[in-house]
């Protein structure tokens, strides 16, 4: 981008360029040029950034290397000797072209460039960061000023790994400006020029502070530096200094060094910075289960996050967080609360109301909470409800009459008629609607003077009211215009409040089920049904089958056109109006507390992850402006929602290394994670490593410095760095670190660690049981040894079983084999076990595990195994599936089909006996199927003879599986699951990916369903193109043709078109917009949330 904002460049890995030319049109909105050709062929692109040459034509520097030459040398030798190039292209804003102004070679290869501001603000020229060397270079005379990359003091990193760095942040005022550059260990540096008129004459860095490794930095003007993290949680930082005034020591380009040394600090705990806030991201999810270990009726998302020492188990429950501000007995168990304020004056709540059986409890909210007297309140009696009235009296209504409670504590009662008691009420700001015994309505109205007048006729309604709701009355307007009432007979009626027809009815419609109660809620800043004028209020209605209405009340007309239904739980819903966000939202409590809300411009209707509510009201106070005061038997609870949007709350669970897989046993409440590193190294070694090197700075002391270097020898020894923060030591090619570690499913607590020898690293793990063996469960662990991931080399490797006894791993035998265990897989009271491309069964023995049965017929590496009967499904590293059968009178196992295309199969699943899901390792999802008249019972050719005149297509397998379904998610997905998300759901396809997106695949049960959605996706794909211009269908197709997938991401963004748009796709496929919307959440909600 052109620091002034002028134009953007827009480069490929290779060869293409574009340069777009940006402008304002007469509106103001930005417009973007047609693109400009800036193409080189045989050129790798590294980086680029646009440089600040004030208000000249827009320059950019790249990064560049030709590989013409070496593409024509077959020695290899062009490749050895190539140079990387520093070119710069600029935009002649005259001639409106791009021409190639400069290149020269670069010493060494660099690998990022940071642009240094220009015109009046600095130097311009940029600052190239290449391995262990920070070099500034401009136009003209300025020399090459080149200044080390200082290196951690007594680094246990491989000392011929080159230091470089990963990404950067430019700070600049009117006066100053600096750099803040972040190394491939954590370290952040501050970059600063020394200047003389226009000439860079020093380069300086000081070390600044060490934070997780980002792949992006931005400080803020505010003073914040936030830290995009390149994997597991994101960062806020405030910058409390500037790091100038400290001891710390500065480093300078012109300080003289020999080439090859460089300079050295200590890394130290954050000082410059401070921790503010945390963003959660489940980057990069590395494996995930879905069960219900919890028994909470709906299932939570296990999953191991993360990398190296930053890495997580995480358990996720669809919910929001609640933070609990104070928990308070009460004398009984109460049945209702409110809160309400003295004024309208008032920011915050004065009195907490609580009603019991036979009494009213009021309490006063200051700096603490409690029992007051004299607020005019009526104690001696149940309360139905009570609200503010008017600018600043409050009202009671209980079951025999109004209480209505002035400033200065004058009191107007009214009472209830003859025998006649208050069963239901319904109350505002100015109104007040009671129903009595019997289904007689009668309304109040506040008039000018503060005094509340009844309405002089009342209404019989055909049966008893169930419950009643009113709005709040809207700003610069006298009343709320709609009473909504439920009634026995399992109608909800809207009423006419207007003076000129009080009471008559407007509408009714039928309810499914018996009506719980009704809440009447204003959105009309932010609704989400624009369309027909109807934007503003919603009826949501809690019925006693546990499902919650939300019904659009017509404003105008008070029709109810558009009704959604949820399940929410098994008990009554009942609905409560809150505050969130500064707007109105719906409480619903069930089994489960949902929140229903508006929050960036969507619709949320989310779980509370905390335990089951009986009644609640808004609360606010200083300490907790949005809150929500509840009540659970006899506490009163105070609660705030802080992470509003959010689809899951976590529980994390630190972890050493990198997670691969983990295995859940429910029977023993245990689940068991393989971690492994490589370039890692164990604790042990890295204790030995430690010792050798301080051991080392003793012995190379002189005589005299013998004291002071066992000193910093013991210093060094008892430094404790956390690896979360400064990062773990990169031990080099071919080291490896890992162990077992078993968490308690209650507590989520470690119960027990296995840590395995240096270089030994786990690739595979199975709970299993065995013929013979009753219940004992086993847990099998395939190791490799010496590993060298290329050229690929390794030591063979071993099956480790474990015993699990008390929440205890307790090891049965090591058997070794002569290759990588890469999957295990329980069959038949055996196992199933991959030793690189061999399939072989093994029985349990007393001192190694039995080789029972082998089969040589997969190409390459076996990564995953999957059983169901007699058949097996492996999934090769290059060679998508092999359908296997396991023929038990002759012992053999037999591949009988396979696919007819190569896939890297990242994730699989079995979905039934003949249809399979697979990912691969480019982003695209596939389903497989066997045709019908495949079948599974073939015989072994021992003399090969048959396969020869046999082999069908595409050699392999005589039999092929069919591809049914094909899609481009476009990110690399690590783990497919079947399953339901929700109690009651339908079963779908659940992934996740590498980026640390959950998605999922779910299937159309009616053709009108597909028809639908298929017409929809494509005006959407005419309607709403990619921003960067690319057809949406070839993107989709990006490696294989798109087949039988509808892009529901795509068709959810129907909500967010104008509504012109909306109208005129709802139009094409015969429906409202309202309708489409509709369709799109039911689809939604009965497979997710």
């Given at each position: 981008?052109?620091?002034?904002?002028?134009?953007?460049?827009?480069?490929?890995?290779?060869?293409?360029?574009?340069v777009?030319?940006?402008?304002?049109d007469?509106?103001?909105?930005?417009?973007?040029?047609?693109?400009?050709?800036?193409?080189?062929?045989?050129?790798?692109?590294?980086?680029?950034?646009?440089?600040?040459?004030?208000?000249?034509?827009?320059?950019?520097a790249?990064?560049?290397?030709?590989?013409?030459?070496?593409?024509?040398?077959?020695?290899?030798?062009?490749?050895?000797?190539?140079?990387?190039?520093?070119?710069y292209?600029?935009?002649?804003?005259?001639?409106?072209?791009?021409?190639?102004?400069?290149?020269?070679?670069?010493?060494?290869?660099?690998?990022?460039?940071?642009?240094?501001?220009?015109?009046?603000?600095?130097?311009?020229?940029?600052?190239?960061?290449?391995?262990?060397?920070?070099?500034?270079?401009?136009?003209?005379?300025?020399?090459?000023?080149?200044?080390?990359?200082?290196?951690?003091?007594?680094?246990?990193?491989?000392?011929?790994?080159?230091?470089?760095?990963?990404?950067?942040?430019?700070?600049?005022?009117?006066?100053?400006?600096?750099?803040?550059?972040?190394?491939?260990?954590?370290?952040?540096?501050?970059?600063?020029?020394?200047?003389?008129?226009?000439?860079?004459?020093?380069?300086?860095?000081?070390?600044?502070?060490?934070?997780?490794?980002?792949?992006?930095?931005?400080?803020?003007?505010?003073?914040?530096?936030?830290?995009?993290?390149?994997?597991?949680?994101?960062?806020?930082?405030?910058?409390?200094?500037?790091?100038?005034?400290?001891?710390?020591?500065?480093?300078?380009?012109?300080m003289?060094?020999?080439?090859?040394?460089?300079?050295?600090?200590?890394?130290?705990?954050?000082?410059?910075?401070?921790?503010?806030?945390?963003?959660?991201?489940?980057?990069?999810?590395?494996?995930?289960?879905?069960?219900?270990?919890?028994?909470?009726?709906?299932?939570?998302?296990?999953?191991?996050?993360?990398?190296?020492?930053?890495?997580?188990?995480?358990?996720?429950?669809h919910?929001?967080?609640?933070?609990?501000?104070?928990?308070?007995?009460?004398?009984?168990n109460?049945?209702?609360?409110?809160?309400?304020?003295?004024?309208?004056?008032?920011?915050?709540?004065?009195?907490?109301?609580?009603?019991?059986?036979?009494?009213?409890?009021?309490?006063?909210?200051?700096?603490?909470?409690?029992?007051?007297?004299?607020?005019?309140?009526?104690?001696?009696?149940?309360?139905?409800?009570?609200?503010?009235?008017?600018?600043?009296?409050?009202?009671?209504?209980?079951?025999?009459?109004?209480?209505?409670?002035?400033?200065?504590?004058?009191?107007?009662?009214?009472?209830?008629?003859?025998?006649?008691?208050i069963?239901?009420?319904?109350?505002?700001?100015?109104?007040?609607?009671?129903?009595?015994?019997?289904?007689e309505?009668?309304?109040?109205?506040?008039?000018?003077?503060?005094?509340?007048?009844?309405?002089?006729?009342?209404?019989e309604?055909?049966?008893?009211?169930?419950?009643?709701?009113?709005?709040?009355?809207?700003?610069?307007?006298?009343?709320?215009?709609?009473?909504?009432?439920?009634?026995?007979?399992?109608?909800v009626?809207?009423?006419?409040?207007?003076?000129?027809?009080?009471?008559?009815?407007?509408?009714?419609?039928?309810?499914?089920?018996?009506?719980?109660?009704?809440?009447?809620?204003?959105?009309?800043?932010?609704?989400?049904?624009?369309?027909?004028?109807?934007?503003?209020?919603?009826?949501?209605?809690?019925?006693?089958?546990?499902?919650?209405?939300?019904?659009?009340?017509?404003?105008?007309?008070g029709?109810?056109?558009?009704?959604?239904?949820?399940?929410?739980?098994?008990?009554?819903?009942?609905?409560?109006?809150?505050?969130?966000?500064?707007?109105?939202?719906?409480?619903?409590?069930?089994?489960?507390?949902?929140?229903?809300?508006?929050?960036?411009?969507?619709?949320?209707?989310?779980?509370?992850?905390?335990?089951?509510?009986?009644y609640?009201?808004?609360?606010?106070?200083?300490?907790?402006?949005?809150?929500?005061?509840?009540?659970?038997?006899?506490?009163?609870?105070?609660?705030?929602?802080?992470?509003?949007?959010?689809?899951?709350?976590?529980?994390?669970?630190?972890?050493?290394?990198?997670?691969?897989?983990?295995?859940?046993?429910?029977?023993?409440?245990?689940?068991?994670?393989?971690?492994?590193?490589?370039?890692?190294?164990?604790?042990?070694?890295?204790?030995?490593?430690?010792?050798?090197?301080?051991?080392?700075?003793?012995?190379?002391?002189?005589?005299?410095?013998?004291?002071?270097?066992?000193?910093?020898?013991?210093?060094?020894?008892?430094?404790?760095?956390?690896?979360?923060?400064?990062?773990?030591p990169?031990?080099?090619?071919?080291?490896?670190?890992?162990?077992?570690?078993?968490?308690?499913?209650?507590?989520?607590?470690?119960?027990?660690?296995?840590?395995?020898?240096?270089?030994?690293?786990?690739?595979?793990?199975?709970?299993?049981?065995?013929?013979?063996?009753?219940?004992?469960?086993?847990?099998?662990?395939?190791?490799?040894?010496?590993?060298?991931?290329?050229?690929?080399?390794?030591?063979?490797?071993s099956?480790?079983?474990?015993?699990?006894?008390?929440?205890?791993?307790?090891?049965?035998?090591?058997?070794?084999?002569?290759?990588?265990?890469?999957?295990?897989?329980?069959?038949?009271?055996?196992?199933?076990?991959?030793?690189?491309?061999?399939?072989?069964?093994?029985?349990?023995?007393?001192?190694?595990?039995l080789?029972?049965?082998?089969?040589?017929?997969?190409?390459?590496?076996?990564?995953?195994?999957?059983?169901?009967?007699?058949?097996?499904?492996?999934?090769?590293?290059?060679?998508?599936?092999?359908?296997?059968?396991?023929?038990?009178?002759?012992?053999?196992?037999?591949?009988?089909?396979?696919?007819t295309?190569?896939?890297?199969?990242?994730?699989?699943?079995?979905?039934?006996?003949?249809?399979?899901?697979?990912?691969?390792?480019?982003?695209?999802?596939?389903?497989?199927r066997?045709?019908?008249?495949?079948?599974?019972?073939?015989?072994?050719?021992?003399t090969?003879?048959?396969a020869?005149?046999?082999?069908?297509?595409?050699?392999?397998?005589?039999?092929?599986?069919?591809?049914?379904?094909?899609?481009?998610?476009?990110?690399?997905?690590?783990?497919?699951?079947?399953?339901?998300?929700?109690?009651?759901?339908?079963?779908?396809?659940?992934?996740?990916?590498?980026?640390?997106?959950?998605?999922?695949?779910?299937?159309?049960?009616?053709?009108?369903?597909?028809e639908?959605?298929?017409?929809?996706?494509?005006?959407?794909?005419?309607?709403?193109?990619?921003?960067c211009?690319?057809?949406?269908?070839?993107?989709?197709?990006?490696?294989?043709?798109?087949?039988?997938?509808?892009?529901?991401?795509?068709?959810?963004?129907?909500?967010?078109?104008?509504?012109?748009?909306q109208?005129?796709?709802?139009?094409?496929?015969?429906?409202?917009?309202?309708?489409?919307?509709?369709?799109?959440?039911?689809?939604?909600?009965?497979?997710?949330?």
């Amino acid at each position: 981008m052109d620091p002034k904002g002028r134009a953007v460049m827009i480069g490929a890995c290779e060869k293409q360029k574009l340069v777009y030319i940006l402008n304002r049109d007469a509106q103001a909105r930005l417009t973007i040029s047609s693109p400009l050709e800036a193409h080189k062929a045989n050129t790798i692109v590294f980086h680029m950034v646009g440089v600040d040459v004030g208000f000249e034509n827009p320059t950019f520097a790249c990064l560049e290397i030709d590989y013409e030459e070496c593409d024509n040398d077959p020695s290899g030798e062009s490749a050895q000797k190539v140079q990387q190039l520093l070119t710069y292209y600029e935009l002649d804003l005259g001639l409106n072209h791009v021409v190639r102004k400069y290149s020269e070679p670069l010493e060494e290869h660099a690998n990022m460039l940071i642009a240094v501001p220009g015109g009046t603000e600095g130097p311009s020229g940029v600052l190239i960061c290449s391995e262990n060397y920070l070099t500034y270079k401009n136009f003209g005379d300025q020399p090459d000023i080149r200044c080390p990359i200082p290196r951690r003091r007594h680094d246990l990193d491989d000392p011929e790994r080159g230091m470089i760095f990963v990404c950067s942040a430019t700070h600049k005022t009117k006066s100053m400006f600096f750099f803040l550059a972040q190394t491939e260990q954590g370290d952040i540096f501050k970059i600063t020029l020394e200047t003389d008129e226009d000439m860079v004459t020093e380069v300086k860095l000081k070390y600044f502070d060490t934070v997780p490794v980002c792949s992006s930095l931005c400080v803020l003007k505010t003073g914040f530096l936030f830290c995009a993290a390149e994997f597991a949680n994101h960062y806020l930082y405030q910058i409390a200094h500037l790091g100038d005034d400290d001891d710390e020591p500065e480093f300078s380009s012109s300080m003289p060094l020999e080439e090859g040394v460089t300079f050295f600090f200590d890394p130290r705990a954050l000082r410059n910075l401070v921790l503010v806030d945390e963003l959660d991201s489940l980057a990069p999810i590395m494996s995930c289960q879905i069960a219900d270990l919890a028994n909470e009726d709906t299932p939570q998302l296990y999953t191991v996050c993360g990398r190296g020492p930053r890495s997580t188990f995480r358990v996720l429950r669809h919910g929001l967080e609640v933070s609990e501000m104070a928990v308070s007995e009460l004398p009984g168990n109460p049945n209702a609360v409110w809160t309400v304020k003295r004024n309208t004056e008032e920011e915050y709540d004065a009195y907490i109301i609580v009603s019991f059986v036979n009494a009213t409890l009021v309490l006063s909210i200051g700096e603490t909470v409690e029992e007051v007297t004299d607020s005019g309140f009526l104690g001696t009696t149940p309360t139905l409800s009570c609200s503010q009235l008017g600018d600043d009296a409050l009202l009671q209504v209980y079951p025999e009459g109004i209480r209505h409670i002035r400033a200065d504590k004058r009191v107007n009662e009214w009472k209830a008629p003859g025998k006649k008691l208050i069963v239901k009420c319904a109350v505002n700001q100015r109104q007040v609607v009671i129903a009595l015994t019997g289904g007689e309505l009668v309304y109040f109205e506040m008039d000018p003077s503060g005094q509340l007048n009844e309405y002089t006729e009342s209404k019989e309604m055909s049966k008893d009211v169930v419950c009643m709701g009113l709005g709040r009355v809207p700003a610069g307007e006298q009343r709320c215009r709609f009473l909504a009432v439920c009634l026995a007979d399992n109608t909800v009626r809207i009423l006419s409040l207007d003076p000129s027809d009080c009471l008559s009815p407007l509408s009714m419609q039928a309810l499914p089920a018996a009506p719980e109660s009704i809440c009447v809620l204003d959105m009309s800043t932010q609704s989400d049904s624009k369309e027909e004028g109807e934007g503003g209020l919603y009826l949501n209605i809690g019925l006693q089958n546990g499902v919650l209405l939300r019904t659009v009340l017509d404003k105008v007309t008070g029709d109810l056109p558009d009704t959604r239904t949820r399940y929410l739980g098994t008990r009554p819903v009942k609905v409560f109006r809150i505050q969130m966000q500064g707007s109105e939202a719906v409480l619903a409590m069930t089994s489960r507390s949902w929140l229903s809300y508006w929050y960036q411009n969507r619709f949320h209707l989310t779980p509370l992850s905390y335990e089951s509510l009986e009644y609640a009201s808004g609360f606010s106070s200083e300490q907790c402006p949005e809150g929500i005061v509840a009540i659970s038997a006899n506490t009163l609870r105070i609660l705030a929602l802080e992470k509003l949007g959010a689809v899951f709350n976590q529980v994390s669970t630190p972890l050493q290394y990198t997670p691969r897989r983990f295995v859940i046993s429910p029977e023993t409440s245990s689940l068991v994670i393989i971690e492994t590193d490589h370039n890692a190294y164990t604790a042990e070694t890295t204790q030995q490593r430690k010792q050798q090197m301080a051991e080392e700075m003793v012995e190379a002391a002189g005589d005299e410095q013998q004291e002071l270097a066992a000193e910093v020898a013991a210093a060094f020894l008892s430094e404790d760095l956390p690896d979360s923060q400064f990062g773990a030591p990169k031990a080099g090619k071919g080291l490896w670190a890992s162990n077992i570690t078993m968490l308690n499913t209650s507590t989520w607590q470690t119960a027990h660690t296995i840590n395995l020898e240096q270089n030994e690293a786990a690739f595979s793990i199975a709970v299993c049981k065995f013929a013979g063996q009753g219940e004992q469960q086993f847990v099998l662990v395939g190791v490799g040894k010496d590993l060298i991931l290329n050229p690929r080399s390794h030591s063979g490797g071993s099956i480790h079983c474990y015993k699990i006894l008390n929440n205890q791993l307790e090891l049965v035998h090591k058997t070794p084999v002569d290759d990588i265990p890469g999957a295990i897989c329980q069959f038949q009271g055996r196992v199933l076990i991959s030793v690189g491309k061999l399939l072989r069964i093994y029985d349990l023995g007393k001192k190694k595990m039995l080789r029972k049965c082998e089969n040589k017929a997969i190409p390459n590496y076996i990564t995953n195994i999957m059983t169901m009967g007699h058949r097996v499904y492996v999934t090769d590293v290059q060679e998508s599936f092999h359908f296997v059968r396991y023929k038990r009178q002759e012992n053999q196992l037999i591949v009988f089909a396979d696919d007819t295309h190569p896939r890297w199969i990242t994730a699989a699943c079995k979905l039934d006996c003949d249809t399979l899901a697979g990912a691969d390792k480019f982003g695209n999802v596939t389903v497989i199927r066997l045709p019908t008249d495949v079948s599974d019972d073939v015989d072994e050719d021992p003399t090969g003879t048959k396969a020869l005149w046999d082999r069908g297509l595409l050699n392999g397998a005589t039999q092929k599986a069919a591809c049914s379904v094909n899609f481009h998610v476009g990110e690399v997905i690590t783990c497919l699951q079947k399953s339901t998300l929700i109690p009651g759901g339908s079963e779908s396809l659940v992934y996740t990916t590498l980026s640390g997106g959950i998605g999922m695949l779910v299937p159309f049960t009616t053709n009108e369903d597909y028809e639908f959605m298929q017409h929809l996706e494509m005006h959407m794909r005419s309607e709403l193109p990619p921003l960067c211009g690319r057809d949406h269908m070839s993107y989709r197709s990006t490696y294989y043709p798109i087949k039988n997938v509808i892009d529901g991401d795509l068709c959810e963004m129907y909500s967010s078109l104008d509504i012109s748009k909306q109208k005129s796709i709802a139009g094409e496929l015969d429906r409202n917009p309202s309708e489409v919307s509709k369709k799109l959440e039911d689809i939604r909600t009965r497979y997710a949330f």
